[in-house]
């Protein structure tokens, strides 16, 4: 048995989705612990293409059981949409396959109203999908859980208790339309009606199934530098984005967890606002950004893109106790003379190796940085490490004594068969 932890160590958008599908193989069942359809994974099979926003990548894979933890919040239409996304290419989508935590917070219909509304003024850059809202509701004790949505009793009870409060709200605060609550009420059992054979105790189910001797994989959504404690808060998602809240937004002990893999991109991007010290504002940024297709999965928002930045991965690697380390999209930085990797942040004179919590001092932070030499071969054709060009393997080998954890896996293009695995992870 071994239990694996696949968190993003930069700001989101690693490549957690092709590296989770990779690890499928030899897992029994994934779980999705955080986060909600904020998060979007791509991943390109053969000629297909699929997106997935809340169920765990481990569908595409038969035999697989894919579960979503008690940590994530949940739209259910969402949900439902996916299932029949999937259903349509041909994938089996059952209580067989996928298992949704009965403790699991519901994105209500006004929480997307609220969160979209809330950062025209606020500014965040949320993707407007009812996210934080629905995670506040949780945090006081208001919120609506899936073992509500799925007993039309319960959801009307609990959406009675809710909606005096959200109608005043929409309507005195954010000058929107009156909320129907008759019609809310109708959907929402309607889609719980659909949503019930796919419920369970996650945390009963994974305790028996690592009495099993199962293999477990927990995905993150989002990355380290979002997480609410620890990223660049205020600009940050609404839930902790590290390797510990495997263990608490699926319901397991710590001591279940035998290694964690960080996703690193081999530079660095981040959408929405909120600081990015690496950030390149000119030719070379947008070259990362065509070359890597560097657009969100869930918006479709150009993605900010800069340098491979080693203070932000150190403080990730820190936070999350992280074993290995995934590199992925190498092949974007082929073409490249030189590439430049910031080693630190120098900051009124003085020289900082750890990320500052004073969001003030990132607006005139000045970066240190390495410049290694390049490479021009494409990589999307290389299997074996020994393969890679010689400056590549070098780029490789700088990051891994920069950062003192090993590459276990190398992506060098989108296909699944495009990755080179240094080292297998579940022994």
């Given amino acids: 048995m071994a239990n694996i932890v696949v968190v993003g160590t930069q700001w989101g958008?690693?490549?957690?989705?092709?590296?989770?599908?990779?690890?499928?193989?030899?897992?029994?069942?994934?779980?999705r612990f955080q986060g909600g359809n904020n998060a979007g994974h791509t991943l390109v099979v053969g000629e297909k293409k699929v997106v997935l926003h809340l169920i765990p990548s481990g569908i595409l894979h038969p035999g697989k059981l894919c579960v979503i933890g008690s940590g994530v919040v949940l739209d259910p239409e969402i949900l439902l949409e996916e299932i029949d996304a999937l259903k349509e290419k041909g994938y089996e989508v059952s209580p067989d396959t996928v298992a949704i935590s009965d403790r699991t917070h519901v994105i209500m219909p006004y929480h997307r109203i609220i969160d979209t509304a809330r950062d025209c003024t606020q500014g965040i850059g949320t993707t407007g999908r009812g996210i934080g809202p629905a995670y506040e509701d949780?945090?006081?004790?208001?919120?609506?859980?899936?073992?509500?949505?799925?007993?039309?009793?319960?959801?009307?009870?609990?959406?009675?208790?809710?909606?005096?409060?959200?109608?005043?709200?929409?309507?005195?605060?954010?000058?929107?339309?009156?909320?129907?609550k008759d019609r809310m009420y109708e959907k929402l059992a309607r889609m719980g009606a659909r949503i019930k054979p796919y419920v369970r105790d996650v945390s009963v189910l994974l305790d028996a199934m690592?009495?099993?001797?199962?293999?477990?994989?927990?995905?993150?959504?989002?990355?380290?530098?979002?997480?609410?404690?620890?990223?660049?808060?205020?600009?940050?998602?609404?839930?902790?984005?590290?390797?510990?809240?495997?263990?608490?937004?699926?319901?397991?002990?710590?001591?279940?967890?035998?290694?964690?893999?960080?996703?690193?991109?081999?530079?660095t991007t981040r959408v929405g606002g909120g600081p990015f010290p690496t950030e390149l504002n000119d030719e070379t940024g947008e070259r990362l950004r065509a070359f890597?297709?560097?657009?969100?999965?869930?918006?479709?928002?150009?993605?900010?893109?800069?340098?491979?930045?080693?203070v932000a991965l150190r403080h990730s690697i820190r936070l999350s106790a992280?074993?290995?380390?995934?590199?992925?999209?190498?092949?974007?930085?082929?073409?490249?003379?030189?590439?430049?990797?910031?080693?630190?942040?120098?900051?009124?004179?003085?020289?900082?190796?750890?990320?500052?919590?004073?969001?003030?001092?990132?607006?005139?932070?000045?970066?240190?940085?390495?410049?290694?030499?390049?490479?021009?071969?494409?990589?999307n054709d290389i299997k074996a490490f020994g393969d890679l060009p010689e400056n590549c393997k070098a780029y490789l080998s700088y990051i891994e004594g920069k950062l003192g954890v090993k590459a276990a896996i190398v992506s060098v293009g989108p296909k699944r068969e495009e990755t080179i695995v240094l080292k297998n992870l579940f022994g």
């Fill in 138 to 180: 949780k945090a006081r004790r208001v919120g609506i859980r899936v073992v509500d949505l799925i007993n039309e009793t319960y959801l009307q009870k609990k959406l009675d208790a809710a909606f005096e409060e959200k109608q005043e709200y929409v309507t005195r605060m954010l000058k929107l339309k009156p909320l129907d």
């Fill in 292 to 310: 890597g297709g560097e657009y969100g999965a869930t918006t479709g928002r150009p993605r900010r893109c800069g340098w491979l930045d080693l």
């Fill in 322 to 379: 992280i074993s290995h380390l995934a590199i992925t999209k190498l092949d974007v930085l082929s073409g490249f003379e030189t590439i430049k990797v910031a080693v630190a942040y120098r900051s009124n004179g003085k020289i900082l190796e750890n990320m500052p919590a004073n969001l003030d001092m990132y607006t005139d932070l000045e970066l240190v940085y390495d410049e290694l030499p390049g490479w021009e071969e494409p990589l």
């Fill in 13 to 31: 958008d690693e490549g957690k989705g092709k590296i989770v599908d990779l690890l499928t193989e030899k897992s029994d069942l994934i779980i």
């Fill in 210 to 267: 690592m009495k099993q001797g199962k293999h477990l994989l927990f995905e993150g959504a989002q990355g380290a530098n979002l997480d609410m404690d620890h990223g660049t808060y205020p600009y940050v998602t609404s839930s902790n984005t590290v390797a510990g809240q495997a263990c608490v937004g699926s319901g397991i002990g710590p001591t279940a967890i035998d290694a964690v893999l960080g996703i690193c991109k081999a530079y």
